[in-house]
């Protein structure tokens, strides 16, 4: 079976605390897509795969076209690390 690798790619994102929606804001002021902050200090995402919900905890990536998406904070822990 073929094998591939992601190719290095750098994105913006910001970690969801439930409190921080200006600074997901401004990660979001290009975005093709639109979130909406629920009552529940929750984040709904309009993904190019439909809505998805972004719990504390979670972070908010702007992936290669301007698109929003969550992601796990476990997940991007073991996907990204930090650069300049």
Do not use: Q
Not at 47 to 60: C, F, M, R, S, Y
């Amino acid at each position: 079976m073929p094998k591939f690798k992601k190719k290095p790619v750098v994105i913006e994102a910001v970690k969801w605390t439930g409190y921080n929606y200006s600074e997901v804001i401004i990660l979001a002021e290009k975005s093709t897509r639109k979130m909406y902050l629920n009552h529940n200090k929750t984040l709904t995402i309009y993904t190019l795969e439909g809505d998805h919900i972004a719990n504390i905890g979670d972070w908010v990536i702007k992936g290669v076209k301007d698109e929003l998406y969550p992601c796990r904070g476990d997940i991007f822990e073991m996907t990204y690390e930090p650069c300049d």
